[in-house]
């Protein structure tokens, strides 16, 4: 089992950044990526930013640029720095911890970003 606690959501005016945490902790001796995933209300949960375990990363086209994810590798935990946010990027993000071998994806409960226009 993986735990996830995230934190760093909130109220921002377009423009602003945010930064957003999840620690893991548990059974993460077979981790193979982390990431953040958010879902707008009324529409489907999508990928925003993965980190790997050899470090390399993935975003939305949609925040590239803005976004940067990254991993503390001591402290377990994931990071995404959310700059230049836009009203379209208000939605509840949620962290992703990965196993591998097998394939298990675990959850974080989600922090709400809402950014104002």
């Known amino acids: 089992q993986v735990q996830l606690v995230e934190s760093g959501g909130g109220l921002v005016q377009a423009g602003g950044s945010l930064r957003l945490s999840c620690a893991a902790s548990g059974s993460t001796f077979r981790f193979n990526a982390m990431g953040w995933y958010r879902q707008a209300l009324g529409k489907q949960r999508e990928v925003v930013a993965i980190i790997a375990s050899s470090g390399s990363t993935n975003y939305a086209d949609s925040v590239k640029g803005r976004f940067t994810i990254s991993r503390d590798n001591a402290k377990n935990t994931v990071y995404l720095q959310m700059n230049s946010l836009k009203p379209d990027d208000t939605a509840v993000y949620y962290c992703?911890?990965?196993?591998?071998?097998?394939?298990?994806?675990?959850w974080g409960k989600g922090t709400l970003v809402t950014v104002s226009s």
């Open positions: 992703n911890y990965q196993l591998r071998l097998p394939t298990i994806d675990y």
